[in-house]
């Protein structure tokens, strides 16, 4: 049945933040395209959070990786935090995959959503209803904090979760947009919560007396971590610290609303992966130095203790006598685990520099990193030491640029995403997938020195077994054996039938 509007009573009824212009027609799906989502949401009065984010998260060479959905990276972060709902407001088959994305990662956690229709949208329905949900949703004995998403048709119409309570009974109320057509990839999707919660705290934080961290404070100054690691990772981060009379703080995406004001608290704040361009805004206005690259590798942990001694104004005789004990220790896993082999290397996770630094150390030709992120302060003394090396580093790498490295370079194995995974694989090259096989590894100090090596070496001895499987399958599911007709089938010239024989086709 066809719904007709009345577009003027509905202008009559629309709250102020709604831009009835933009949510018109059907130009708005995610069909209407970036230029006219983005014209619609600047319409919409989002001009500013766009253009924060144009400036967070510089695009180019091109404009976006392909990968998921960007706001998988704020939904995750959300769910994985302790005491937290999450409540999506986007379009129904946005929210669907989201959620399914969501529970095959193990999220164990319902997601909230607001559903929509054109009229509710347009009339600011959708707002209202946002509102009570999140007041419905507002327990203060089970939530310290609730996050509400707007995903690209209602940034695009301009709902404007900035008009959400701030507080119900002490719940936290944290509003975000994250429009594919404004935030280029899941992991800078995660910054956008992180760095909207970082600000949350640090305005708690100054006005008052806020929560101790859940073990009480360090007698050590700490080092807050900014990304999602390895679970050892840390804790090897701890150990590195402690010659320098410092230890490992909290890991920003933090997992409890309290670790924020520990963060916000460390004397120093380490951008392990390198695009928390919001995060460590917010960490700088609380006055901590931020340093970048991380401890992998023997040089890289060399200079990451220099630096990080340096901002905590550590004695230099201290720094040399903490590099003096560890790093022979790296260098002898790095020399235990060799890596023989030529290794083009491709993710979205942020880590892909540090994962071609280990490599390199550990004796593999890496000619091509390849990252979705882009290039920024904190990951400038990975990429000189890569591209002084002979490593091309692209950043904003897109899927062509990865295979295009994987056509070159003619790698022993590819590491990358899902796609270059299987071209590499159609092609006999062993292939390792970069999400779940390797940043899923530890990769700090000694404990990541020898990690990379067994799965690396594993996958590079797997090649007799590529070419033995492709000399099996040799041309199966291509061509005439691809079970598709090549060409229109022709009718075959019956036989001319003998008196005695029936005619062809004839039931008996
Ligand atoms: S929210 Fe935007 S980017 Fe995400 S699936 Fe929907 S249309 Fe695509």
Known sequence: MAVSLDIAALRARRPDGIDLAATQGDGLGCHAGKDAMRAAAEAAGMSDTLAQYGRDYPTGPHDQPQSMCPAFGSLRVGLRMRRTATILSGSACCVYGLTFTSHFYGARRSVGYVPFNSETLVTGKLFEDIREAVHASAR?????????????????????????????????????????????THAEAKDVLAGAMLKFARSEAESGPVQAPRGGRSQRPTVALLGEMF??????????????????????????WRELYGALDAAAVAAIHPFYTASVREFE????????????????????????????????????????????????????????????LSGYEGSELLVARLL??????????????PRTPWSEPDRVWLEERGVSVRYRASLEDDLAALAAFRPDLAIGTTPVVQKAKEAGTPALY??????????MGAAGAGSLAKVVNAALANRPRFDAMRAFFEGVGTGHAAGIWQDVPQAKAAPKARAAEKPVGEMA
């Open 360 to 373: 390199v150390e550990s004796g593999a030709d890496v000619p091509y990193v390849g990252t979705a992120c």
């Open 140 to 184: 203060p004995d089970e939530f310290d904090a609730i996050v509400v998403i707007n995903l690209c048709v209602p940034t695009a119409s301009g709902v404007p979760l900035r008009l959400l309570p701030k507080q119900i009974d002490g719940v936290r109320v944290i509003g975000i947009d994250v429009p594919g057509f404004g935030v280029p």
């Open 231 to 256: 679970p050892a990772d840390p804790v090897v981060i701890g150990g590195l610290l402690e010659p320098l009379g410092l230890s490992a703080g909290p890991v920003v995406p933090t997992r409890e």
């Open 434 to 443: 970069f999400t779940n096989l390797i940043s899923a590894r530890p990769l």
């Open 285 to 344: 206005a609380a006055g901590r130095p931020v340093v970048g690259s991380a401890p992998v590798g023997h040089d890289g942990t060399a200079d990451w203790l220099t630096a990080i001694g340096t901002v905590c104004d550590v004695p230099r005789e201290q720094i040399a006598a903490a590099q003096n004990r560890l790093l022979p220790v790296i260098r002898g896993a790095l020399s235990a685990a060799p890596i023989r082999g030529r290794i083009t």
